[in-house]
């Protein structure tokens, strides 16, 4: 009893926490999803084929806008979809007001500037693809509050500086593609914790120092990797070769050394394997398949 009574108060503050939370939330509406989405429209300096322009109209409802989803349920927007639309911009702050959107795909674009910290308000999201534009600055280590995250895809941009560590919390992380930029350092031992990874595309970049031992003794769902045409070195850690379901492994045009363990035969669902353009030196070619560690 005289734990429960010191719970008590406890538990009070945390439900009107939760409460407050709520509230604050709940003030936003599909009215305040119209706003964000006329805000972007406004940080379009160019939308080649003026669809931004004659569609997203006051006039109609957002949820019958082109490139628009709403939910059924609440009516709120849950996906937006620009791919492809050749548009010039930044993204504004007010994006961040679309609390209920999961699906967030900009890819094959013209948007540039840094990612406004208001996208930290989208804790739905599951799916971010911003490839193909031109971003620069860090990739935001508070992209670990997108906490549902399944797919990040940033690759062909202009982000630098390092990978941030904070991504290794996104425990749903299914891909991560971040190849084509200008990143640098380490491969942070962290990706080792994204458990349920099955894509990982660091290549071409300017990646450097070894891969941290045991980086991969945790990623047993992990089926594609391309770290090719960066400058890692050392040798391949042996956790490697525990990723039993690896498709594609590429690792060329790097500074690896030394032998490439036995264990490579315990890849048995390789297709795809580049090692070319390293100091590796090759004891284990499997007689079925043709490796080249040249
Ligand atoms: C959205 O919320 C605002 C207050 O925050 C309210 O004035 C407005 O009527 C609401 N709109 C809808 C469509 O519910
Ligand atoms: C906007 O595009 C959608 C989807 O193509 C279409 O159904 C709608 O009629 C268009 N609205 C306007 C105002 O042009
Ligand atoms: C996004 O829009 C493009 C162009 O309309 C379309 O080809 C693509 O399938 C869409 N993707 C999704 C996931 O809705
Ligand atoms: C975007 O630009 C590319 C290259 O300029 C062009 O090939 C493509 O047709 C454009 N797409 C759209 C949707 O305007
Ligand atoms: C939406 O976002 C903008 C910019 O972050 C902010 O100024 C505004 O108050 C937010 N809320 C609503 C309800 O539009
Ligand atoms: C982005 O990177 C591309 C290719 O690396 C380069 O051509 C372009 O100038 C860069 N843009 C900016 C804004 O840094
Ligand atoms: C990764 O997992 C280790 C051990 O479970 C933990 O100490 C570390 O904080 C985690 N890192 C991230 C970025 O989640
Ligand atoms: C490779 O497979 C053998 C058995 O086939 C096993 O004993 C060994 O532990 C495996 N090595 C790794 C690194 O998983
Ligand atoms: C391979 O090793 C040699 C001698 O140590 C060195 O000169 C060369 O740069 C190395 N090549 C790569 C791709 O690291
Ligand atoms: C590398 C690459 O695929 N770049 C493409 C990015 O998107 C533009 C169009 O928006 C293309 O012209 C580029 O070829």
Not at 3 to 29: D, R
């Amino acid at each position: 009893m005289g734990n429960a009574s010191f719970l008590l108060p406890l538990m009070v503050v945390v439900l009107l926490h939760n409460f407050v939370a709520t509230l604050s939330l709940e003030s936003l509406n599909i009215t305040t999803d119209q706003l964000a989405l006329l805000a972007l429209k406004a940080h379009v300096s160019h939308d080649p084929q003026n669809l931004l322009a004659t569609n997203w109209s006051t006039t109609a409802s957002v949820c019958n806008w082109i490139r628009i989803t709403c939910g059924s349920r609440h009516h709120r927007v849950t996906a937006l979809n620009l791919s492809g639309m050749n548009l010039t911009g930044i993204i504004p702050p007010h994006l961040g007001n679309l609390s209920f959107l999961a699906w967030f795909n900009i890819q094959y674009n013209s948007f540039h500037g840094v990612l406004p910290t208001e996208l930290t308000n989208l804790r739905r999201l599951k799916y971010v693809n911003f490839a193909n534009n031109s971003f620069n600055g860090e990739i935001p280590s508070w992209f670990d509050s997108f906490t549902q995250l399944q797919s990040l895809f940033l690759h062909t941009n202009n982000f630098s500086g390092a990978i941030p560590s904070s991504l290794g919390s996104l425990s749903k992380l299914e891909e991560l593609v971040l190849y084509k930029n200008d990143l640098e350092g380490q491969i942070p031992i962290a990706i080792g914790n994204l458990s349920n990874l099955k894509s990982l595309y660091l290549n071409d970049n300017q990646l450097s120092g070894h891969l941290p031992f045991a980086i991969f003794d945790h990623l047993p769902k992990l089926r594609h990797l391309d770290l090719g045409f960066n400058y890692l070195s050392g040798r391949l850690p042996t956790s490697l070769f525990k990723c039993q379901n690896l498709e594609t492994l590429i690792l060329k045009a790097n500074s690896f050394k030394g032998s490439v363990p036995l264990q490579i035969g315990n890849l048995t669902r390789l297709k795809w394997l580049y090692f070319n353009g390293n100091n590796l030196t090759g004891e284990s070619v499997d007689g079925n398949r043709e490796f080249d560690f040249a």
